[in-house]
């Protein structure tokens, strides 16, 4: 049966009861539509930088640039050393005669002996070949000594080698005289002259391993 509020049979309305304990939550409803947007908000504050990120490719190389002006000229260096000396050029053409050239005559008159010095009056020039007659005077050069004791033996003949001597020169007259007695039966021969040395010929008997040769002469230059 249905109850009627007692204001619907005119009466008085009561006061209000209490709230009743609130029912169960309904499902959800359906999503509304999209609202507009809201306006930007203000910028929040700047983030922490980040890693560094890794190194790219290298670029390709630009376009060379234009040269740049000439900079000022440097101090002067120091001289090299001097560079080898240079091969000899060619003979230039023979020049002309002086006013004055007159050929100096060659003598033709024998060479004289030799004799007190002076230096002469003659204008002609000597040949490089001529030849003053000999005085017959000795000049003592040096004395040549040989001396060995054999490690070989000898047959008896003759035996030839060199010995220093200076002052002796290719073309001079020379003579020798013994200064000591020939050991072993050895006899002087002959001297030649050569550069600063004479050929020395003498005789040997034959001799055996051991024996001692011993020569001894001076020799003189024949002026």
């Known amino acids: 049966m249905a109850l009627r509020s007692p204001a619907s049979a005119g009466g008085i309305a009561g006061a209000q009861g209490p709230k009743g304990d609130t029912g169960a939550t309904g499902p959800a409803g359906p999503t509304g539509?999209?609202?507009?947007?809201?306006?930007?908000?203000?910028?929040?504050?700047?983030?922490?930088?980040g890693a560094t990120g890794a190194k790219g490719d290298a670029g390709p190389a630009g376009a060379q640039g234009p040269a740049g002006a000439t900079g000022a000229q440097g101090p002067k260096g120091e001289t090299g050393p001097q560079g080898p000396i240079g091969l000899t050029g060619a003979t230039g053409a023979t020049g002309p005669a002086g006013s004055n050239a007159t050929a100096t005559p060659l003598g033709t008159a024998n060479p004289k002996a030799l004799?007190?010095?002076?230096?002469?009056?003659?204008?002609?020039?000597?040949?490089?070949?001529?030849?003053?007659p000999a005085t017959g005077a000795l000049q003592f050069i040096g004395n040549v000594v040989v001396s060995r004791t054999l490690l070989i033996s000898l047959s008896s003949g003759m035996q030839r080698e060199y010995v220093a001597l200076s002052g002796v020169a290719p073309g001079d007259r020379l003579m020798f005289a013994a200064i000591a007695p020939c050991s072993a039966g050895c006899a002087p021969i002959n001297v030649y002259p050569d550069t600063n040395r004479v050929l020395f010929e003498y005789n040997t008997p034959a001799l055996g391993i051991g024996a001692v040769v011993n020569l001894q002469i001076a020799v003189y230059r024949v002026q």
Do not use: F, I, L, M
């Open 33 to 49: 539509p999209k609202g507009d947007t809201g306006a930007t908000g203000a910028a929040g504050p700047q983030g922490t930088t």
């Open 115 to 132: 004799g007190t010095v002076a230096p002469g009056s003659s204008s002609n020039a000597a040949r490089e070949d001529h030849v003053h």
